[in-house]
């Protein structure tokens, strides 16, 4: 069985900073893609950020030069780093990785709230 768990969201003002980290646990063979979605309240979920298995990024038009995706490979976690948060930042942000266990698959995590707010 493989789990994602996702920590790091919270509170903060505009203009700051939060990193969120998304472990991967269980029976892992290999993870492929690993990335970072996020839904805000009364809209769909909405891609944010991804990284392949080598380190290639892709961003979203939104958050290019705001937010950097990073991985540790040994430790099966994906971060993303967040500056210069903005309100319209605020939204649960879900973590998601293509996983070899049994078989390959999408696995996403529960979801941390971020929230952007004076």
């Known amino acids: 069985q493989v789990q994602l768990v996702e920590s790091g969201g919270g509170l903060v003002q505009p203009g700051g900073s939060l990193r969120l980290s998304c472990a991967a646990s269980?029976?892992?063979?290999?993870?492929?893609?690993m990335g970072w979605y996020r839904q805000a309240p009364g809209k769909e979920r909405e891609l944010v950020a991804t990284?392949?298995?080598?380190?290639?990024?892709n961003y979203a038009d939104s958050v290019k030069g705001q937010f950097t995706i990073s991985r540790d490979n040994a430790k099966n976690t994906v971060y993303l780093q967040m500056n210069s948060l903005k309100p319209e930042d605020t939204a649960v942000y879900y973590c998601?990785?293509?996983?070899?266990?049994?078989?390959?698959?999408?696995?996403w995590g529960q979801g941390t709230q971020v929230t952007v707010s004076s």
């Open positions: 269980g029976s892992i063979i290999r993870i492929r893609g």
């Open positions: 998601n990785a293509n996983i070899l266990s049994q078989f390959w698959d999408d696995y």
């Open positions: 990284i392949t298995s080598s380190g290639n990024t």
